[in-house]
């Protein structure tokens, strides 16, 4: 049975992430979960397709934390020869003139990946009033961002 299931998750994992550099790292995760499960999926396809999907999601976030805690203790990253465009300029200066509460959220949310749920717990604040948060966040860099383009 485990054999049969490590070749659906070789198969599922080549339709998913063909050449992925990770891909085997994926899949023993995912593996390791299947032997640790107290029940047996009725379609081993689907069960694996969609922990797969997951699990590489998790492990590309982990990777991008991970290389951001990096960067953090090692100073900036930026080759000498790269320049950063104006839009992100612009993003980094518009993010500094928000109002601290949504800087936070917004960071949160689209830079470091957390879920809403898990912002609301973080901050003590309810889910909704995140939510709200997120909303204004966009709102103000959407208005932002509109006149930097129109000069």
Known sequence: ??????????????????????????????FLKYINLNWEPKNK?????????????DFIRK??????RVADEMGP?????????????????EMKNLPEKLSEVFR??????????????????NRCVVSRDLYEARKLLRVALKEYRAQ
């Open 63 to 68: 990777w991008s934390r991970q290389s951001v």
């Open 77 to 93: 990253l930026v080759p000498k020869a790269t320049v950063p465009t104006p839009f992100f300029i612009d993003l980094e200066q």
């Open 45 to 57: 396809g689907a069960w694996a397709r969609r922990v797969l999907i997951n699990s590489r999601i």
């Open 108 to 125: 949160l949310r689209y830079f470091e990946g957390w879920r809403e749920k898990t912002i609301s717990k973080h901050l003590g604040k």
């Open 1 to 30: 049975m485990k054999y049969l299931m490590l070749e659906i998750l070789n198969r599922e994992a080549n339709l998913i992430m063909p050449l992925c550099h990770y891909r085997d790292d994926v899949i023993q995760e995912v």
